[in-house]
Structure formats: structure tokens, C-alpha cells
């Protein structure tokens, strides 16, 4: 797992944002990083290889996918998790509470 996705998962396993999150979780023929079926919450967190615009354009198909299933997708990257995880957890618990 890259360290990104290691940080912001020892901050929400074991429901320590009261709900459960999965990870590397299948969501048809898609891998999420993280998955919270509670809140229909995808939780992806974006490397570098993320903003070529290759990237971007499978980023774009794949969150269409997604969000037709009534699932909504947050994205960070991995700079914003590894130098602001605290505001990147205030926004995950923000949603929760819409």
C-alpha cells in the first residue's frame, strides 16, 4: 500500500469515524483505495500518474461509473493527505454529516 493511503487509513479503520471503511475494495470491474457502503463513499487518494491526461481521462470514466451507482467519489492527493490529513479528514466527516 503507498504511504498515503497507509497515513489515511490508520486514521479511519475500525470505525474511528463511526462508520467502517474497506480497502482495495472491487466496485464492478474498478478497485477503490477506500469504500464506505454506510455513506456510498468512494475515498481515492491520486498519484502522479493521476494528472497526465491519460490519468485524468480514466479518472473521469471511472467516477461516471461510479456515481451512477449512486456513489459519490472524493479524491485527494497524495500531497494533500501526507501534508494535511487533518483537513483532509474534515472533509470526509463533513460529507458524512450531509
Known amino acids: 500500500m503507498p504511504k498515503p493511503e497507509e497515513v489515511l487509513w490508520q486514521k479511519i479503520r475500525r470505525k474511528q469515524l463511526g462508520v467502517k471503511f474497506r480497502r482495495q475494495h472491487g466496485i464492478g470491474r474498478y478497485i477503490v483505495d477506500f469504500y464506505c457502503a454506510e455513506l456510498s463513499l468512494v475515498i481515492e487518494i491520486d498519484g502522479d500518474s493521476h494528472f ?47
Open 52 to 98: 497526465s491526461t491519460e490519468g485524468k481521462e480514466k479518472d473521469t470514466k471511472r467516477d461516471a461509473f461510479i456515481e451512477a451507482l449512486g456513489i459519490k467519489v472524493l479524491r485527494f492527493t497524495n500531497e494533500e493527505v501526507m501534508k494535511q490529513t487533518e483537513s483532509v479528514l474534515e472533509r470526509i466527516i463533513q460529507f458524512s454529516s450531509e
